[in-house]
């Protein structure tokens, strides 16, 4: 159609808790209250589970550890496989 697409990053919705009790959600930058004014921020994280040939243990930690990732456990399962589960945050895994 001779359109140029727009390309843009994804966002995930951040819950900010401000001082005095009040609770909003922010999904860009731009829309982030005075730090001065924020008490907390929540982000949104995924419990992940991978499966990946044994052999590629390693890279797959590294992966996840550079996503920001927190290991939660490690199984072997059957035919060289192990099964890998991290809490990683939302943002990580749709970029």
């Given amino acids: 159609y001779g359109l140029d697409p727009v ?9 900010v ?5 009040e609770e909003v959600l922010v ?12 008490e ?3 982000e949104p994280f995924v419990e992940a589970s991978v499966l990946a040939p044994f052999e590629a243990t390693g890279g797959v930690m590294d992966l996840c550890q550079e996503a920001r990732g927190e290991f939660v456990d490690m ?4 035919e ?6 991290y809490n990683l945050p939302l943002a990580e895994v749709i970029t």
């Fill in 40 to 42: 907390a921020v929540e």
């Fill in 17 to 21: 808790h401000l001082r005095g009790g």
């Fill in 75 to 78: 199984q072997a399962t059957s």
């Fill in 7 to 15: 390309v843009t990053a994804p966002s995930v919705a951040y819950r």
């Fill in 80 to 85: 060289g496989r192990v099964r890998l589960q």
């Fill in 27 to 38: 999904d860009s930058a731009d829309k982030y209250p005075d730090p001065g004014a924020v």
